[in-house]
């Protein structure tokens, strides 16, 4: 209280970085095969006060490193001074540009991710110190429950972690279902049944880019069959795909699809594309950044930018986001990862400010068996979860779990995510094509 009515907000006496590993099944994309662990770090700063605040971000060496360094930079920082740390962390580092993403489906960019969890942890105390939960901090919540889809995967059996492509035979119900080979139109419908009998999502979306196009065509018209027009279906090939390729199945989906997610690797294609067909083009591969903005706009090279904020630099620059995909006449919605609740907390605190949310948002959610926060996993009521309405985030960290977790990732011997690496396991002459079929 006294700093506020100093003028002068909390100040960040220290960052703890925990690297964790949790399980995670052997799923397939256009990248190859995911180890038995995802790799996640758990962010807190903790004031002068004794007020800490959380975060959670895509883990690996790289990243971990540099949240490190950025501690000399924004120890002694006021909380609420956000535009100040950012010009710090900024002028210590320099700037991440689009190439830096990389070519792989998941983002590779450092600094995105150092200032997501800086951001999201000084806004977690904002909230406590004010006792208003984040999404105020962003304008205030536009819906009580942010709706969520049912993200489908081709994979091999198996559960993950200690087990490798082991199962666990006491598991039921999901638990037992996620582990199941889907690696055919019938597997990726029993996935699918499966997973929205649990968690209620009226919506699909299968990651594809790990077979031919036939195969996951096919299982696209499967899902159509098996539950009609009314459930909405994504279909997203990882940019794998030869413009041709993407043309004549993109032609062939069209009475079926809601959007189709990066057919095509370059926002040239991807215009191309738009224009060929009727199904509305997603990305976030090819529009990535502010900077790919002006000529996704000059170009029209899609019509949903799909928003993950680790990769976009934060809550409130999604929120910029949003008024941008809003002046040019395109939608946004929310891309995911292999998270744990704090960052399913973060993307529904966001999810509940969007001036409107025309899609159920991505999430990897029901792929991952721990957690990391007090009470264990945040529950989906008819697909959706409710907005948070505690301080800040809203959840809180669950230190035995969190050790549990960093002890696992110290046993993993993994130091950053590689599935070219994982599918040479499976199939030793497997490489990695930017687009390949």
């Known amino acids: 209280m006294n700093n506020i009515l100093s003028g002068r907000g909390p100040i960040i006496k220290e960052m703890i970085i925990t690297p964790i590993a949790i399980k995670d099944?052997?799923?397939?994309?256009?990248?190859?095969?995911?180890?038995?662990?995802a790799l996640r770090t758990i962010v807190?700063?903790?004031?002068?006060?004794?007020?800490?605040?959380?975060?959670?971000?895509?883990?690996?060496?790289?990243?971990?490193d540099s949240l490190a360094e950025a501690a000399q930079i924004i120890i002694g920082k006021d909380v609420y001074q956000l535009n100040q740390l950012q010009a710090s962390i900024n002028a210590y580092f320099g700037t991440d540009t689009s190439k830096d993403r990389g070519d792989a489906p998941w983002d590779q960019r450092k600094l995105v991710h150092v200032f997501s969890a800086l951001e999201v942890a000084c806004l977690d105390i904002i909230g406590k110190v004010v006792n208003r939960p984040i999404v105020?901090?962003?304008?205030?919540?536009?819906?009580?429950a942010v709706p969520f889809a049912a993200y489908l995967f081709y994979k091999y059996e198996g559960a993950g972690g200690s087990l490798g492509f082991g199962t666990d035979h006491k598991?039921?119900?999901?638990?037992?279902?996620?582990q199941k080979a889907a690696i055919n139109p019938e597997g990726i419908v029993a996935q699918a049944h499966a997973m929205c009998k649990h968690y209620g999502f009226q919506s699909i979306k299968l990651k594809g880019g790990a077979f031919p196009p036939d195969q996951e065509v096919a299982a696209m018209f499967a899902l159509h069959e098996a539950f009609g027009d009314k459930m909405p279906l994504r279909f997203d090939p990882n940019a794998i795909w030869k413009p041709e390729t993407a043309l004549k199945y993109g032609k062939k989906m069209e009475p079926i699809l809601e959007y189709l997610e990066d057919p095509v690797r370059s926002q040239e294609e991807m215009a191309k594309l738009r224009n060929a067909i009727e199904t509305p083009l997603a990305t976030n591969m090819c529009t990535t950044s502010f900077d790919e903005i002006p000529a996704s706009i000059r170009l029209g090279a899609e019509d949903i930018i799909l928003s993950d904020h680790h990769f976009w630099g934060g809550l409130k620059a999604s929120m910029e986001l949003a008024k941008?995909?809003?002046?040019?006449g395109r939608k946004l919605s929310m891309h995911s990862n292999s998270h744990l609740g704090i960052s399913l907390a973060a993307m529904v605190h966001l999810g509940a400010a969007l001036p409107e949310v025309p899609y159920a948002l991505d999430t990897h959610y029901p792929w991952q068996?721990?957690?990391?926060?007090?009470?264990?996993?945040?529950?989906?009521?008819?697909?959706?979860v409710e907005v948070p309405t505690g301080a800040g985030l809203g959840v809180e960290l669950d230190r035995q779990a969190l050790e549990k977790l960093h002890q696992q990732y110290l046993r993993s011997g993994l130091s950053k995510r590689d599935d070219q690496i994982e599918m040479q396991k499976v199939h030793p002459d497997w490489t990695f094509q930017k687009v390949r079929w």
Do not use: Q
């Open 25 to 37: 099944p052997p799923l397939l994309n256009a990248a190859g095969l995911h180890a038995p662990y």
């Open 44 to 64: 807190e700063l903790v004031t002068e006060d004794g007020i800490v605040g959380i975060s959670e971000i895509p883990g690996n060496d790289a990243i971990n």
């Open 136 to 144: 105020d901090l962003l304008g205030g919540k536009m819906r009580d």
């Open 171 to 178: 598991a039921t119900g999901w638990d037992a279902a996620r």
């Open 324 to 328: 941008l995909c809003t002046t040019f």
């Open 369 to 384: 068996s721990e957690e990391v926060i007090v009470g264990g996993s945040i529950p989906f009521v008819n697909g959706s």
